[in-house]
């Protein structure tokens, strides 16, 4: 299971939108770290954001993105991850070492956190 987050801030207009999302039978972090990116990209450009700095505590996957990298778990994703930048103006991915305090990704890993409680809650449930 993997849970998702993000938070998008604008600190010039003051504007800010956050959301979360889960998903079960997910594969690995690697995994659950790709969908995450790609889900707020996806909320980006229906946010009509034109210029993201995306922070990932993934340094594998912000390698990925940044070098143009191939991992064949991750093809799919990736694929569409780079066609979902081509709507934007300018996008940079950034890591965010997990032992450094996180600033500009707490609160997207707290939604992210929150949003795995919520499916694993729901997992546990008697059906």
């Known amino acids: 299971m993997g849970g998702m987050g993000w938070k998008f801030t604008d600190k010039g207009s003051g ?3 956050q959301d979360s999302t889960n998903r079960r039978h997910v594969s690995s ?16 450009v229906l946010s009509d954001v034109r210029r993201l700095t995306l922070f990932s ?8 993105l940044t070098s143009g990298g191939k ?3 991750l093809q799919g994703l990736l694929h569409d991850i780079r066609m979902l930048c081509t709507s934007l103006d300018s996008i940079s991915f ?4 997990r032992l450094v305090p996180r ?10 956190k929150a ?7 729901q997992a546990s449930e008697p059906m």
């Open 29 to 44: 972090a690697l995994t659950a770290e790709t969908l995450a990116v790609k889900a707020a990209l996806m909320a980006a």
């Open 15 to 17: 504007f800010t939108s």
């Open 115 to 121: 949003a795995l409680f919520t499916l694993s809650c």
């Open 103 to 112: 600033l500009d990704n707490i609160e997207a890993d707290s939604l992210a």
């Open 71 to 73: 991992c064949v778990e």
């Open 94 to 97: 950034r890591f965010v070492p």
């Open 57 to 64: 505590d993934s340094k594998t996957l912000v390698t990925l």
